[in-house]
């Protein structure tokens, strides 16, 4: 291909999470080689972030149960774009994007799975998903238990999926002073302080994490909680129904609602310890802010997290769904001052050896590359004096 390929991403959600931010930090090293659009369907929180980013911010009202209806204007979109590749993120932009990729006549299309979806657990969503997902001929998962996840469970072909982890930048996570940190969130500067940097939605499972911190609190009276993000999939009932369970269980002086927030590394920077009490995650990007702001962790070992967090170097893992367990690994961390700095030490090399964003961006232009020049060489002949 002598001129510059023009790839279009679709994204399902620009609210802030694991994927939309990702997805801000792929989009920088990916310039150089290819002129980039970018469509999404819902939630406009990070277009501000995303706009600059690509030469076309497009948003298609795709969401909801009448979302199919709009696919001719996604497939139109992408013949006039006369896209080379068409990149995927999240479940409804993997079905939805495919299937306009197929009708506009993109042979190249590349999704990358971000999570282990419990919504194609049934048979008849993961049949659906593979009709409507057959045009896609790269899969990128961000972890090796996704990538299991996705030839176990969805028959995605080996030599058909590849891991790539996401990669960070180390500047934004050194030089934050502890002190001033806590000082800007009214926090006391001796305190212990646990953060849950995690959406409040029912697979982050925070009412677990609740239970298991009014266990700690009977332990560290003094030991604070603060919650940063707000509620997607959840909705207001949900976040609601946290802030009931919190009253319920007296811990209102105890647990701070931050909502959602740009400021991570200045959060980690007043945090003691890190905490996800998950049910499932597809890596868990805020675990690896986490190990590059030498954060220490505690966590339910699901998904992806054992391939960020090293038990018991870089963090503490916990069966999903064991309060108990939960609260004693928080009380551990909390109480053992030496402990925490080893891990810390510990996480924050790991992170700087392993979380490369450099090397995010050249695989997946590697990727891209052989996916266009597979579907070259599949592509049918020009016809005669067309």
């Known amino acids: 291909m002598t001129r510059r390929p023009r790839i279009l991403h679709v994204i399902t959600s620009l609210a802030v999470g694991g994927a939309q931010r ?15 659009d970018l469509a999404y369907f819902r939630d406009h929180d990070l277009a501000p972030q995303a706009r600059p980013l690509a030469a076309n911010l497009h948003y298609l009202p ?37 299937l306009a990729a197929r009708a506009a006549g993109v042979r190249a299309v590349v999704a990358t799975k971000h999570n282990i979806e419990a919504r194609l657990d049934a048979p008849h969503a993961r049949a659906l998903h593979w ?24 028959a995605i072909p080996p030599h058909r999926i590849q891991v790539i982890r996401y990669g960070l930048q180390a500047a934004p996570f050194q030089g934050l002073d502890r002190r001033s940190a806590r000082a800007d969130l009214g926090l006391p500067p001796d305190a212990p302080v646990v953060l849950c940097p995690a959406r409040l939605d029912p697979q982050k499972r925070h009412d677990r994490l609740l239970r298991a911190f009014a266990a700690v609190r009977r332990d560290l009276p003094n030991a604070l909680l603060v919650c940063a993000g707000d509620t997607q999939l959840g909705g207001p009932a949900y976040r609601a129904r946290l802030q009931r369970l919190t009253q319920d269980l007296r811990l209102q002086d105890a647990v701070q609602w931050l909502g959602l927030r740009a400021d991570v590394p200045a959060l980690l920077a007043a945090a003691d310890v890190v905490v996800l009490a998950s049910d499932w995650e597809g890596l868990g990007l805020a675990l690896m802010e986490a190990a590059m702001a030498g954060r220490p962790v505690v966590a339910t070992a699901v998904g992806g997290v054992p391939e960020i967090v090293r038990h018991p170097h870089t963090g503490l893992l916990v069966p999903p769904a ?3 367990q939960l609260a004693l690994a928080l009380t551990r961390l909390l109480r053992d001052h030496r402990l925490r700095a080893a891990m810390a030490c510990a996480a924050r090399q790991h992170a700087l050896a392993e979380f490369d964003l450099p090397r995010m961006h050249r695989a997946t232009l590697t990727l891209y590359e052989q996916t266009l020049a597979e579907t070259a060489r599949r592509s049918p002949p020009p016809r005669p004096g067309a």
């Open 322 to 324: 064991n309060e108990p």
């Open 62 to 98: 795709m969401a909801g149960p009448s979302g199919a209806l709009r696919l001719p204007r996604l497939a139109l979109l992408m013949r006039r774009g006369r896209y080379d590749l068409v990149h995927t993120h999240l479940l409804r932009a993997d079905v939805y994007g495919a």
């Open 22 to 36: 990702h997805l801000l930090s792929l989009l920088p090293g990916l310039r150089a080689f290819a002129d980039l």
């Open 131 to 154: 009709l409507a997902t057959r045009p896609t001929r790269r899969t990128i998962a961000i972890s090796n238990a996704v990538a299991r996840w996705g030839r176990e469970r969805l």
